[in-house]
């Protein structure tokens, strides 16, 4: 079986001008570069890791599966829940974290060496349970009855929330995590390795925002920061005080009609966004509240309920939105205005990822070396690593791959 498909035809640009409404008649759709193909409940989650040489996929049966993106094969195949994966994230080149309905928040050794012993066998070639697994290092149990994924973010910098004996001496490995509390509105900080639960974030004061249904932990301007999209549509954005040792809210506005399905950040522009079960897609500003006591907040309506999955790309000119209609969305970052519309999924994408941009195939390639064997592997896999691709995942157990902008 093919793991992955090539399609003829594909387009590594977006659609033509709107206005040239004469030209764009006469060109076919965009179509993906290669649907990825070896899943078969739903695709929930998908992630690039090791600097774009691999693609991380999670199913709805809690299968993971890790491919190559020079060969578009799998190298690694295994259950890494009992129940849905919900997000999937690396930590640093070796480490995989991945996070299941099954209340577990897992990372995984899984260099690359590992993949030699790791089983190939998809689920939809007949992969069994008992197929080997990376080793475990860490697992947290979290709660998960709201579906929501995690949120992990690296501390390269002062650490915001004080260190406990033994971590204070390795910033670089910090990691931070945020995850759902038990209770209503409150999301619980860890930190690995130490696997320390940090603190909790209240919810917002006199409001019954219901649970928590995305999180996004993130750096700026020196602080940590939490912004958080809640089941009454509302999204609030905290900062941690470390003089007083606790979060603050620096903003709160109910956005959205429908539960927010996601949110992601763009620092460099100070803005983060989010998206509901409405049609909604809302740009809200990362700074301090101004002088009339709020901060700045743009929306629109795309008229096109359900996109989920919302992601910026690294260099925060573009974000993407996976659609329960099917259609992946890109949108500017800047302005919000809709530059492409990407449609093969017959059925609703859940799941969204952008590769991080890293330069171009010639930098890549010199960057291996002069080495005189392998040179057609290694120019494969510069390309791989400098394509700008994005990864649909649909509930048809698919991954699509396209090369955008």
């Given at each position: 079986m093919t793991d992955a498909t090539p399609l003829l035809g594909a387009q590594s640009e977006s659609r033509p001008d709107q206005g040239r409404i004469h030209a764009a008649t006469l060109l076919p759709p965009a179509q993906p570069v290669y649907v990825l193909r070896g899943h078969c409940s739903a695709i929930h989650a998908v992630a690039f890791v090791r600097h774009n040489s691999r693609l991380l996929v999670g199913d709805a049966d809690g299968w993971a599966s890790l491919w190559s993106l020079a060969s578009k094969r799998a190298v690694a195949v295994w259950r890494a829940h009992r129940a849905a994966v919900l997000g999937l994230t690396e930590w640093g080149d070796e480490n995989i974290i991945s996070q299941g309905r099954d209340g577990r928040l897992i990372v995984w050794q899984l260099r690359a060496i590992d993949e030699e012993t790791l089983e190939k066998k998809l689920p939809v070639d007949g992969a069994c349970d008992e197929q080997?697994?990376?080793?475990?290092?860490?697992?947290?149990?979290?709660?998960?009855?709201?579906?929501?994924?995690?949120?992990?973010?690296?501390?390269?910098?002062?650490?915001?929330?004080?260190?406990?004996?033994?971590?204070?001496?390795?910033?670089?490995?910090?990691?931070?995590?945020?995850?759902?509390?038990?209770?209503?509105?409150?999301?619980?900080?860890?930190?690995?390795?130490?696997?320390?639960?940090?603190?909790?974030?209240?919810?917002?004061?006199?409001?019954?925002?219901?649970?928590?249904?995305?999180?996004?932990?993130?750096?700026?301007?020196?602080?940590?920061?939490?912004?958080?999209?809640?089941?009454?549509?509302?999204?609030?954005?905290?900062?941690?005080?470390?003089?007083?040792?606790?979060w603050t809210v620096d903003y709160h506005e109910p956005v959205h009609s429908q539960p927010v399905l996601s949110i992601d950040v763009a620092p460099m522009l100070g803005l983060f966004y989010s998206s509901s079960a409405d049609a909604i897609i809302a740009q809200h500003s990362l700074s301090r509240q101004n002088e009339k006591g709020r901060t700045s907040l743009h929306k629109i309506d795309t008229k096109h309920s359900g996109q989920q999955a919302l992601t910026v790309r690294s260099d925060e000119r573009i974000l993407a939105t996976a659609g329960w209609d099917s259609r992946v969305r890109v949108y500017s970052a800047k302005t919000l205005k809709e530059l492409v519309v990407l449609k093969w999924h017959k059925q609703g994408c859940y799941a969204l990822s952008f590769a991080v941009l890293h330069g171009s195939v010639d930098t890549l390639y010199a960057r291996d070396g002069n080495a005189p064997v392998q040179t057609v592997q290694r120019r494969r896999k510069a390309e791989a690593e400098s394509t700008h691709w994005l990864a649909a995942g649909s509930k048809d157990g698919k991954v699509s791959l396209w090369n955008i902008y």
């Open positions: 080997k697994q990376p080793w475990v290092l860490h697992c947290l149990t979290v709660n998960t009855i709201n579906f929501c994924a995690f949120s992990a973010c690296s501390n390269h910098g002062e650490l915001s929330v004080p260190a406990s004996p033994g971590t204070a001496g390795s910033r670089a490995e910090t990691l931070f995590i945020a995850v759902p509390a038990v209770k209503d509105g409150q999301v619980d900080i860890f930190r690995l390795p130490d696997e320390h639960r940090l603190s909790t974030i209240p919810g917002v004061e006199n409001v019954k925002t219901g649970m928590v249904m995305a999180v996004n932990i993130f750096t700026h301007a020196d602080l940590t920061r939490v912004a958080i999209g809640y089941e009454n549509g509302s999204v609030a954005l905290f900062s941690y005080d470390s003089s007083h040792g606790r």
